[in-house]
């Protein structure tokens, strides 16, 4: 069977005056799988989403979405799509209820009322149904948006960083929301800052820095690209230099040193380090050890090794 | 042309909800001509040449119609808002017509002005202000006024769209307020300096006054006028058909494409 694209990019470029928002972004994302874009604050992903929703006229490049090419065809890709984003909001002088009855009416839904009373309810939004939207919490604010993008079933779902700044439950609805819909064959393109929630919920990451896809690949397959964060703490200043050269030859990356913490650090590369090894290896080697410890990549690990990149991730 | 329809009507629908849950700042912007025409009328026209009761009759008018061209702030505040909070975003990744979304908002605006227009007519009547041109013609004023307020509105939603910030969109509309001052709305012009007195003359609000004072009958067109007051319904109308022709097209391009 070959595999159908619900994404397909190819050299998307967008700038914003000097800035280069996009370089070329290829993305291919297969129907029904939930792709993750991963990157950094102003790597790119939140104009990637606006150029694949239309909201934005791609200056390079070429992507069809839902079948239909994103320049010649807007009007048919806005169709199949729906959005969820930090910058694509309901009303918030409208009720909860209201926002979706208006925005089934948009969609031309039928019985608009009785789908409206559904998604209230399953999205946990009923009590608040009738308050202003502008009286909710980030969280059933964020559920309610994610309601109106479902109103519909779209066949590409966008969701821009769904989750950030969510309390705990409010995240797991809206990842158990995900799941189902990927269960109903929808396709969801989520971008995320948060390592975990694209391990959680994606098929594939694409790791986009600087405008263009770094790697991708499923979240173990990086992962394994990455190995543990290995760190010695030295008892005495003059150890940390003879610890930074184990450490390199140990993860084979340039450690850094902070003197002030005596603490040398660095991502290693290989996955098959352990703690037992690199504290044999540091103590063969003559260095005072206050403590050694191996703690599982962090997103800046992956960013680090794989990208070069040292934008801090927010 | 129907899928204009449908779905301008859903967004007339959101602004006149919006309007139910929020009736404060409507109450605050309806009353806002009440109030200067009372100051207006008693405490300047106290100082005027004119009489009081035949400036409160001269004022109806121009108040009438600087409270429309306000439309510009309303729109622009609305739109603003609108891009700000990222609601224009939601509605530009649905399948809908890209003029409904303004369309819906100007004649949202058009409704509440219409309906505002009464109580400020009935303040007017009590203060000596009168219809003293036939049920017809006064028709054809108030056609006119609506007519002025919509395109006020599309030019406000443009330049709100290309704001995108609210506060930026609150500091224009103070230059909004300032627009009526340099018209006849509020004084005559006659008095004034030949430049000056060209520059005020020009300016549509004075047109669409004149109309409406003419319309009216409350006050007769100045002679040696220039020439869009000078016929001012033919003015009026043509200031109109210019600011729809630029600012339609301008506020629909607009949505449909955004900032990129």
Redesign the interface.
Known sequence: MTTTYAVLSEGLE?R?GEVRALAGLDLAVPEGTVCGILGPNGAGKTTAV?LL?????PDAGSARVAGHDLVREP?EV??R???T???????????GR?NLR??A????IRDARARTAELLDRFGLAEAADR?VSTYSGGLRRRLDLA?SLLRRPEVLFLDEPTTGLDPASRNRIWAAVRELRERGTTVLLTTQYLEEADRLADDIALVDRGRVAHTGSPAALKALVGAYAEAVVTDPAALVRAAAVLDRLTGAEPALDAARLTVGAVSTDPALTLPRLVRELDAAGVPLADARLRPPTLDDVFLRLTGSKEPVA | MNTLAHDGTAMLGRQLLRMRNNPGLLILTQSMPVSMLLFFGYVFGSALAMPGAEYRAFLVPGLLVATAAGGIMTGMFQAAQDTHRGVTDRFRTLPVSRAAVPLGQAVADLVVTAAGTVPFLAVGLAVGWRVEGGALRAAGALGLLLLFRFAASWAGIWLGLLTRSEEAAGQLGGAVFLLPLLSNAYIPVEGLPGWLRTLAEWNPISAVTTALRDLFGNAPVPDGAAWPVAHPVAGALGWCAVLLAVFVPLAVHRHAHGKG
């Open positions: 967008k914003f606006r929703t239309t909201l934005l006229r009007a806005r169709r799509i729906a959005v984003g930090q910058d694509v909001s309901v009303d918030g002088d409208l009720t209201q208006l925005f009416r948009l969609h031309r202003p109106a």
